[in-house]
């Protein structure tokens, strides 16, 4: 055949001039170290943002406006006494001071009791009367404290910038894309030092600092990337320790080892040269390229002593024979994982869209390092005592010789239906439990640290202490200029806030129209009779005058009024349930021009002066509302985008899948043997991460995709050792027993040995590394199996020996 003979031209070639080749392969791996010293750990807000959602649009149309999702929350909390004491407000002050100057911080957004945005506003006998919620003339006695406490409750800031017990305050801050001094993309984890160094100075025994937002979550992440490394190094010693049992030979371990850490090598390197960074979210990339290596070596490891063994050859034309049989299977392999990562590009998320770059560029370098520049080290390779090498590989395959026996049963009618009714109930399950897995967190806090981490401890103060909670969906209610005086658009902006407010996941709700209400009262004298919107524009007007638009509930057109709804935690079912709620209420409370006379919902709301109450009250004007901003809005344009993008994700690898194992193999029959165990695999890992409430997000959607790849890998393996031996007049239960003495035992081991590798990482600081260690445990494990024990019951029922035969004999023709 025409490929057969591209192979025999490529191993011509290869080995032929074999030394220049590997001098080649030093100089490209010297320089790409050096490349690689450069590699740098980048995160960006905007990468984990899917701009072209239509949350997003609306988020960055009012970003300037009304401030961004990407916020910063640092929290003083006094756990004995008040926080009316010289040494608080003086920690308040500094700590509001150095937030304010933390390069990259929007300085204009930055709030506190101190800054001149937050103020206050009350009705005298004289009028209107305001100011500084901290006023300049004021002093540390007990009489200035009682008048900051008394500014404080006119201001409305309990709650928000003060919690709801008087211990303790807050100051918000709002980072930019970049830093305007410099001009660079801002240091999200040199932020989260700076943030940390200042909980390390102004924290005390009596006065405790949480700190959140996404620079923080970075920095946690990133610095835990010194751990995560010290499992990485775990992982490797584990699978060097095993792979040195499994092959007797110390030459035989450092080889795969070390073509498989080049390939990683390379894989940094290229980024580099592309200008490309790692994310701290894209860390546990590098060990899967290098867990996919270290699976190929080992087969091409296995491939070079069978022939060593039963063949008797030398080094050199082991290493030929390994090369002509594992470069086709290996290649085919290699490119679907390749594919499989690249159809994630799909997901417009940049965070994604790099993590599939990083992953492609690293499986690439494998098809280079484990199946070119690993059979060529292998022809120098030489054993010092090949007589007790091969005695011990011997006694080896002998203990193992019973399994094989044993598993080539399967090949049987009888083993073959029991195999397939199993495989028909996991199907079954999978199918109905795989359902239940959320796109998006399915546990409060940050999801990628540990519950007791000191993120989610301060995070879980945060929302036990104040009234807004850190997860804040924003919608914009926007109408004609001057809206925020006619009552028809406060009313329904009220309204539809007071159901926001009463859906369950909602822990409070802020709106201009609240706010009007509160100020409304305050000229009555605090009645309550009067906490209401007034109907006639001018009395509107005067509750809306002493709100400055530095408040975010409104802008100089006094047109957009946003509503910010703060939620419970941001569980997926919690913004499902709020943004559903939203999306409803929007179009209950939404004002269409044309029916001037007609309220929402159909009932008239007009007077006899046509303007639907008191003479003097405004004309209705139009009024809808535009989701989304906050960091729910974030989390919901995430969520939308990689649920709609999961199906076609899922339809474009097992399309590349399916195509080339077609294309290797030449047979519909053939192929089902390897894809349908990869189908009950694949099924299955979305049953054990909703069992393990793990949820479909921009972390673990490369995972999940992983796990075709590493399937079909054994697969191909299996199947083609299996069908060469049938080609080559064997019976089906001989062949496969065959496949499973050469092939298959090389599966067996790397799962097994991967896995172990792996479950070290239960042990990491990073819920998200011990999620994702169990997770690459089931894939490797669970996929190896399917191989060796469903592919067989398949292949019983599918594959007809003589056909297989008669069709290898036409080709060779």
């Known amino acids: ?47 984990m943002v899917p701009l072209q959602h239509p949350y997003m649009q609306t988020y960055v149309k009012y970003r300037s406006e009304f401030g961004g999702a990407n916020r910063i929350l640092v929290s003083l909390y006094q756990k004995k006494g008040d926080m009316f004491n010289k040494t608080f407000f003086n920690e308040l002050q500094e700590v509001t001071n150095a937030v304010f100057f933390i390069p990259g911080v929007e300085r204009g957004h930055v709030k506190s009791i101190f800054t001149p945005n937050v103020r206050y506003v009350e009705v005298t006998e004289q009028g209107l009367k305001g100011g500084n919620v901290i006023p300049s003339n004021f002093s540390p006695s007990e009489q200035g404290f009682d008048h900051v406490r008394q500014n404080i409750i006119k201001s409305g800031q309990i709650g928000r910038l003060v919690t709801n017990d008087f211990h303790g305050a807050m100051v918000q801050a709002e980072l930019l894309d970049r830093n305007p001094d410099t001009g660079k993309k801002i240091d999200y984890i040199k932020i989260a030092h700076e943030l940390r160094h200042i909980r390390e100075k102004y924290q005390t025994p009596n006065i405790r600092i949480h700190i959140i937002g996404f620079a923080m ?21 584990v699978t060097a320790l095993l792979l040195y049992l499994y092959s007797g030979s110390f030459k ?8 498989s850490a080049t390939a990683v090598l390379w894989m940094f390197g290229i980024l580099n040269l592309l200008g490309y960074a790692i994310d701290p979210m894209s860390i546990l990339v590098p060990f899967l390229i290098f867990a996919i290596g270290v699976s190929h070596g080992v087969q091409m490891i296995n491939g070079w002593m069978q022939d060593i063994l039963e063949a008797g050859h030398t080094g050199l034309d082991a290493a030929r024979g390994a090369f002509r049989r594992l470069l086709v299977p290996g290649s085919t392999a290699l490119i679907t994982d390749t594919l499989g990562f690249a159809t994630i590009v799909l997901i417009n998320i940049k965070m994604i869209q790099d993590t599939a770059l990083i992953a492609t560029i690293g499986v690439a370098t494998i098809v280079l390092t484990n199946l070119f520049l690993l059979p060529l080290l292998l022809s120098f390779t030489k054993m010092r005592n090949l007589e007790l090498f091969r005695e011990r590989q011997r006694r080896r395959n002998d203990f193992g010789d ?7 049963a399967l090949t049987d009618r009888g083993p073959a239906v029991v195999a397939l009714l199993i495989a028909v109930a996991l199907l079954g399950f999978g199918l109905v439990e795989g359902q239940q897995v959320k796109i998006g967190d399915q546990k409060p806090g940050v999801p990628e640290l540990r519950e007791n981490s000191q993120y989610n401890k301060d995070a879980r103060a945060i929302v036990d202490h104040y009234a807004i909670g850190v997860d804040v969906l924003t919608i914009y209610g926007k109408s004609a200029k001057n809206a925020c005086t006619n009552f028809h658009v406060m009313d329904n902006i009220d309204r539809f806030s007071w159901r926001m407010e009463n859906t369950p996941g909602v822990q409070s709700v802020v709106s201009l129209p609240l706010m ?16 209401m919107l007034p109907r006639n524009n001018y009395v509107l007007a005067q509750s809306i005058y002493p709100i400055d638009t530095s408040s975010g509930l409104l802008n100089n057109s006094c047109n957009v009024m946003p509503v910010y709804v703060y939620l419970t935690d941001h569980k997926a079912s919690t913004i499902d ?18 029916s001037q006379g007609t309220k929402a919902g159909g009932k008239s709301d007009q007077g006899k002066d046509g303007s639907g109450g008191l003479k003097g009250s405004s004309k209705k004007m139009p009024l809808h509302f535009e989701l989304a901003g906050g960091s729910v809005g974030v989390m919901a344009a995430t969520n939308d985008v990689i649920s709609a993008a999961q199906f076609p994700i899922q339809m474009w690898i097992w399309g590349a899948v399916i195509f080339l194992t077609l294309l290797t193999f030449r047979s519909l029959r053939s192929s089902l043997c390897v ?33 075709v790849g590493i399937g079909v890998d054994y697969g191909i393996y299996i199947f083609s050792m299996f069908q060469a031996y049938i080609e080559d007049g064997q019976d089906m239960r001989t062949a496969y027993y065959n496949a499973l003495r050469t092939t298959g035992k090389a599966v067996l081991f790397t799962g097994l040995t991967l896995a172990v590798g792996v479950c070290t990482w239960l042990f990491s600081s990073l819920k998200f590394q011990a999620d994702m260690g169990v997770m690459l445990a089931y894939m490797f494990v669970v996929n190896m199996l399917g191989a060796i024990l469903l592919l067989p019951a398949v292949a019983h029922f599918l594959v007809n020996p003589e056909k297989m035969r008669a069709k290898a004999q036409a080709r060779r023709v």
């Open 402 to 408: 019973r399994i094989w026996r044993r598993l080539s």
């Open 675 to 707: 894809l349908l165990p990869l189908a009950l695999v694949s099924t299955l890992a979305y049953a054990v991460m909703a069992l393990m409430n793990i949820g479909l997000k921009v972390s673990t959607l490369p995972v999940a995709a992983l796990g």
């Open 516 to 531: 009007a209400r509160n100020v409304n009262a305050q000229y009555h004298e605090g009645l309550p009779a009067y906490d």
């Open 577 to 594: 349930t709020v943004v559903n709620a939203a999306k409803r209420l929007r179009k209950d409370y939404a004002i269409q021009v044309a």
């Open 252 to 259: 035989l371990t450092v080889l795969p080892l070390t073509t």
């Open 217 to 237: 979550e970075t920095g946690d992440i990133a610095d835990a990337t010194g751990a995560v490394m010290r499992f990485f190094a775990i992982s490797f010693l």
């Open 1 to 47: 055949m025409a490929y057969e003979k591209a192979v025999s031209k490529i191993e011509s070639f290869a080995f032929r001039f074999r030394i220049l080749i590997i001098l080649a392969f030093a100089a490209v791996t010297i320089f790409m170290g050096y490349m690689a010293t450069h590699t740098r750990i980048e995160a960006g807000f905007q990468k």
